[in-house]
């Protein structure tokens, strides 16, 4: 199964290791493409890490968090 971060973004669930709230981390750099950011400036609200890359979402950690276990 995949979870969609927003945008046209999709990855598979069993990639994601941790969903934070983008409050609650220190700022990211977005360096050599490792980290991608899917939201506007200033409507940042998660963090999603995967075994491969991070992505800042717009949608909120809980939103994802039900995206990811609704499949179990």
């Known amino acids: 199964?995949?979870?969609?971060?927003?945008?046209?973004?999709?990855?598979?669930?069993g990639d994601i290791i941790m969903i934070l709230d983008y409050r609650t981390n220190i700022k990211l750099q977005e360096a050599d493409g490792f980290v991608h950011?899917?939201?506007e400036e200033g409507k940042e609200k998660s963090?999603?890490?995967?075994t491969k890359?991070?992505?800042i979402s717009?949608?909120?950690?809980?939103?994802?968090?039900?995206?990811?276990?609704s499949f179990y």
């Open 47 to 50: 963090c999603v890490i995967t």
């Open 1 to 13: 199964m995949f979870v969609h971060l927003g945008k046209d973004v999709v990855v598979p669930r």
């Open 53 to 55: 890359e991070i992505f």
């Open 58 to 69: 717009p949608i909120s950690s809980v939103t994802l968090k039900k995206r990811a276990e």
């Open 37 to 39: 950011n899917l939201a």
